[in-house]
């Protein structure tokens, strides 16, 4: 599976975004996907994630602003931003697992994208 991840830019605080990932390849709809982002100077770190099934698990941090959701039909993963904050700020990468359950550890992914830049002004 290869993903291409879209959808970044500048917003003000409150604002939102919607970021997409574009997969390729005929496995998706088995995968698991997830979203993780990292600041600089910080570690990449968990956002939400998603399972074949459709079940969901957000961090703590973005719970309540943030949904995650795929169109298995269009082999797409979407995650709607609502009520951004400064610290939102972050380069955001979809990720997906042959396991297709959902999982908030970056290692047990598989596919990652390339990454798309998020940036919340105060």
């Known amino acids: 599976v290869q993903l291409q991840a879209s959808g970044g830019g500048l917003v003000q605080a409150g604002g939102s975004l919607r970021l997409s990932c574009a997969a390729s390849?005929?496995?998706?709809?088995?995968?698991?996907m997830g979203w993780f982002r990292q600041a600089p100077r910080k570690e990449r770190e968990f956002v939400a994630t998603?399972?074949?099934?459709?079940?969901?698990y957000y961090a703590d941090s973005v719970k309540g602003r943030f949904t995650i959701s795929r169109n298995n039909a269009k082999n797409t993963l979407s995650l709607q931003m609502n009520s951004l904050k400064p610290e939102d700020t972050a380069v955001y990468y979809c990720a997906g697992r042959i396991g297709g359950e959902t999982s908030s550890t970056a290692t047990s992914y598989d596919y990652w994208g390339q990454g798309t830049q998020v940036t919340v002004s105060s």
């Open positions: 998603i399972g074949w099934s459709g079940s969901t």
């Open positions: 390849g005929r496995t998706f709809s088995g995968c698991g």
